[in-house]
């Protein structure tokens, strides 16, 4: 069997190349900058893009692959630069966010300017045709005459996709008793503030008990409201996360230290009743800096927390007893699986050819519910084959070889490796937002689109694309629905922390994004993208070298704002390609004047 890391890199040079594809597309599209000269050259290094990606699902080759990498990023950088040496030329730096725009609205006369990238289009183009002239040695054959056939059975693909159904993981896993349980221990009784633990390994699915639960108590307390505490974090940072939930913003406290924070939590809570859900806490330490800032007020308050550390639930209140999820039996295993993997007919008993290779793989699952979801959300896709099975039964057995110290792993590598090429960039993405955060999906599907992952899918919006995009995710239980809109579609999204780990470790060993905590990068940063989970911003901007590539900037911290206005001064210099810039802050942060030096921000 060949080797998933080898079918991972296949991959990446299809969204590479897709992604250039899209960025040669947009550049296409500023109709008024329009030369013939230009037009040729570039028109046929996108269409001969375009026509390996209908086709390109039989390259095996790793070395060829790599290539395809290496061109899609070389073609993006030189669209880049002749982007931003055209607006420093006329001046267009200084015209704001539309100065991408308006370098081209008015025409592009730089004629050696044109003449170079002329040049570089054709050495690339070149490049490229010698890989695709290598087609036959490994699984390209005979591009333009398939491509008719290849679209219609992605079509047919895609039109399967959207009418499978999608069911979410508290559909196919019921927690009915143990919410039951929990919503009992919340609401009446004891007055004085308990603190209610969550616990059991990772992937038993705490967090989406937790989420259960909340939803059913939250209306009973005057103050309410959910901290993520992934082990990155500061206490600093989940005690400014508590006062930004309850004021919305954090007002002047910048220069507040630890012990400030407390004081003004407790201040804010105190003489209410509030329930406060504190998602991963994973140290005894972690606790005693928070614990201060939840007074016992006599008023019946509680506090939720979920760890899989069984010593931290016991010692954040000793006379309540933890609440400890257990893994799934044989039976309850069968029946999740089932769920999941058989949407048209949740019953096994009309395919007794599968249910022998179905219980062999639930049983490598270890009776965890998100290794059973996810591998059924593998099998949901696939059609209902003794083939097709034995197939994905033979690829969990390979990944369950090369990760034997935690199996699930292995089998959440296999939900990545059977992605189509095209969710590839979109699931990766997922690492750069914090642990077990809800992720807006309406603004999720602007940095893609903007970062060039969504294909155009005939006279179909882009954003509609993107939405099927996200659904598509969601049946194979890649991410999780945290809220719906009024009509249906998915309002907020997030990810299991173990899927979140395993997209950080793809994406960084890719290139394609690296995460910053705490700890300052000791080389320099190589990814496209860089996102920042806590920290400093300006501790990157200090490696201008390695950071003025960069294709996407995001920042979730809560540290620096005040540094962050002075850093963002220095942005034009540091991240002159950026296409996306993400920033959150608690207080209003007004936007220099240098944002415009971001030609190619979209």
């Given at each position: 069997?060949?080797?998933?890391e080898?079918r991972?890199?296949e991959r990446m040079?299809k969204?590479a190349a897709?992604?250039?594809a899209?960025?040669?597309t947009?550049?296409?599209?500023?109709k008024d900058?329009?030369l013939p000269?230009v037009?040729?050259?570039?028109?046929?290094l996108?269409?001969e893009?375009?026509?390996l990606?209908?086709d390109?699902?039989g390259?095996?080759?790793?070395?060829?692959?790599?290539q395809?990498?290496?061109?899609?990023?070389?073609?993006?950088?030189?669209?880049?630069?002749?982007?931003f040496?055209?607006?420093?030329?006329?001046?267009?730096?200084?015209?704001?966010?539309m100065?991408y725009?308006?370098?081209?609205?008015?025409?592009?006369?730089?004629?050696?300017a044109i003449?170079?990238?002329?040049k570089?289009?054709?050495?690339l183009?070149?490049r490229?045709?010698?890989?695709?002239?290598?087609?036959s040695?490994?699984g390209?054959?005979?591009i333009q005459a398939?491509?008719?056939?290849?679209t219609?059975s992605?079509?047919?693909?895609?039109?399967?996709?959207?009418r499978?159904?999608?069911v979410?993981e508290?559909e196919?896993?019921?927690?009915?008793?143990?919410?039951r349980?929990l919503?009992?221990?919340?609401i009446?009784?004891?007055?004085?503030?308990?603190?209610?633990?969550?616990?059991g390994?990772?992937?038993?699915?705490?967090t989406t008990?937790?989420k259960?639960?909340y939803?059913?108590?939250?209306?009973s307390f005057?103050?309410?409201?959910?901290?993520?505490?992934?082990?990155?974090?500061l206490?600093?940072?989940?005690l400014?996360?508590?006062?930004i939930?309850?004021?919305?913003?954090r007002g002047?406290?910048?220069?507040d230290?630890?012990?400030?924070l407390?004081?003004?939590?407790?201040?804010?809570?105190?003489r209410?009743?509030?329930l406060?859900?504190?998602d991963?806490i994973?140290?005894r330490?972690?606790?005693?800096?928070?614990?201060t800032?939840?007074?016992?007020?006599?008023?019946?308050?509680?506090?939720?927390?979920?760890?899989?550390?069984e010593?931290?639930?016991?010692?954040?209140?000793?006379?309540?007893?933890?609440?400890?999820?257990?893994?799934l039996n044989?039976?309850?295993?069968?029946?999740?699986?089932c769920?999941?993997a058989?949407l048209?007919?949740p019953?096994?008993?009309?395919?007794?050819?599968?249910e022998?290779?179905?219980?062999?793989?639930v049983?490598?699952?270890?009776?965890?519910?998100?290794?059973i979801?996810?591998?059924?959300?593998?099998l949901?896709?696939?059609?209902?084959s003794?083939?097709?099975?034995?197939?994905?039964?033979r690829s969990?057995?390979?990944?369950?070889?090369?990760?034997?110290?935690?199996?699930i792993?292995?089998?959440?590598?296999l939900?990545y490796?059977?992605l189509?090429?095209?969710?590839?960039?979109?699931?990766l993405?997922?690492?750069?937002?914090?642990e077990?955060?809800?992720?807006?999906?309406d603004?999720?599907?602007r940095?893609?689109?903007?970062?060039?992952?969504?294909?155009?899918r005939?006279?179909?919006?882009?954003?509609?694309?993107?939405e099927?995009?996200v659904?598509?995710?969601?049946?194979r239980s890649?991410?999780?629905?945290?809220e719906r809109?009024?009509?249906?579609?998915?309002?907020k999204?997030?990810?299991?922390?173990?899927l979140?780990?395993?997209?950080?470790?793809?994406?960084e060993?890719e290139?394609?994004l690296?995460v910053?905590?705490?700890?300052?990068p000791?080389s320099?940063?190589?990814?496209?993208?860089?996102?920042?989970t806590s920290?400093?911003i300006?501790?990157?901007?200090?490696?201008?070298?390695?950071?003025?590539?960069?294709?996407?900037?995001?920042?979730f911290?809560?540290?620096g704002d005040?540094?962050?206005?002075l850093?963002?001064?220095?942005l034009g210099?540091?991240f002159?390609?950026?296409?996306?810039?993400?920033?959150?802050?608690?207080?209003?942060?007004?936007?220099?004047?240098?944002i415009?030096?971001?030609?190619c921000?979209?």
């Amino acid at each position: 069997m060949e080797a998933p890391e080898g079918r991972e890199t296949e991959r990446m040079a299809k969204s590479a190349a897709q992604s250039a594809a899209e960025t040669l597309t947009y550049f296409l599209r500023q109709k008024d900058f329009y030369l013939p000269h230009v037009d040729r050259c570039v028109m046929p290094l996108r269409n001969e893009l375009k026509a390996l990606l209908k086709d390109v699902d039989g390259m095996r080759g790793y070395n060829e692959s790599v290539q395809l990498i290496e061109v899609a990023n070389n073609i993006k950088n030189v669209i880049d630069s002749f982007i931003f040496k055209i607006a420093e030329q006329r001046g267009a730096t200084s015209a704001g966010l539309m100065s991408y725009q308006s370098t081209f609205n008015s025409g592009i006369k730089d004629i050696p300017a044109i003449e170079d990238l002329g040049k570089k289009i054709f050495d690339l183009k070149r490049r490229l045709d010698e890989i695709l002239s290598n087609r036959s040695q490994y699984g390209i054959h005979n591009i333009q005459a398939r491509g008719e056939a290849s679209t219609s059975s992605n079509q047919s693909q895609i039109q399967r996709e959207k009418r499978a159904p999608i069911v979410a993981e508290a559909e196919v896993f019921s927690f009915e008793d143990e919410t039951r349980t929990l919503v009992e221990r919340l609401i009446p009784g004891d007055m004085r503030r308990v603190v209610i633990s969550i616990t059991g390994i990772r992937g038993t699915s705490k967090t989406t008990l937790a989420k259960e639960v909340y939803h059913h108590v939250r209306k009973s307390f005057g103050v309410r409201f959910w901290v993520n505490a992934p082990q990155e974090y500061l206490v600093r940072d989940i005690l400014l996360a508590c006062i930004i939930s309850i004021c919305r913003w954090r007002g002047s406290m910048e220069s507040d230290s630890e012990e400030d924070l407390r004081r003004k939590l407790s201040w804010y809570l105190e003489r209410m009743r509030y329930l406060v859900v504190i998602d991963g806490i994973w140290s005894r330490e972690a606790w005693d800096g928070l614990v201060t800032a939840f007074p016992d007020c006599e008023n019946g308050s509680r506090v939720l927390l979920t760890t899989h550390n069984e010593e931290v639930a016991k010692y954040a209140d000793t006379q309540s007893t933890p609440h400890k999820l257990h893994i799934l039996n044989e039976n309850e295993s069968w029946t999740l699986f089932c769920k999941k993997a058989l949407l048209e007919n949740p019953s096994p008993a009309c395919l007794p050819n599968l249910e022998e290779l179905g219980r062999r793989m639930v049983a490598k699952c270890g009776g965890l519910p998100l290794a059973i979801t996810v591998l059924g959300g593998v099998l949901s896709r696939k059609e209902k084959s003794v083939y097709k099975w034995e197939k994905v039964l033979r690829s969990v057995e390979w990944w369950l070889h090369q990760s034997e110290e935690d199996a699930i792993l292995g089998i959440l590598a296999l939900s990545y490796d059977d992605l189509p090429y095209y969710l590839k960039p979109c699931s990766l993405y997922f690492g750069a937002f914090l642990e077990h955060s809800e992720i807006c999906v309406d603004e999720l599907i602007r940095i893609c689109i903007a970062e060039g992952f969504v294909q155009r899918r005939g006279e179909k919006e882009m954003e509609d694309v993107a939405e099927d995009y996200v659904e598509e995710l969601i049946s194979r239980s890649m991410i999780q629905v945290a809220e719906r809109k009024s009509n249906g579609m998915v309002k907020k999204c997030w990810i299991h922390d173990q899927l979140r780990d395993l997209a950080i470790s793809k994406a960084e060993s890719e290139r394609f994004l690296y995460v910053y905590g705490n700890k300052a990068p000791t080389s320099s940063i190589m990814a496209d993208r860089l996102a920042m989970t806590s920290g400093d911003i300006s501790n990157c901007i200090s490696l201008n070298s390695s950071t003025a590539h960069l294709r996407s900037l995001l920042d979730f911290s809560y540290e620096g704002d005040l540094r962050r206005k002075l850093a963002l001064n220095t942005l034009g210099g540091s991240f002159k390609f950026l296409r996306v810039l993400h920033l959150e802050s608690g207080t209003p942060l007004r936007v220099p004047d240098e944002i415009g030096d971001l030609i190619c921000l979209r």
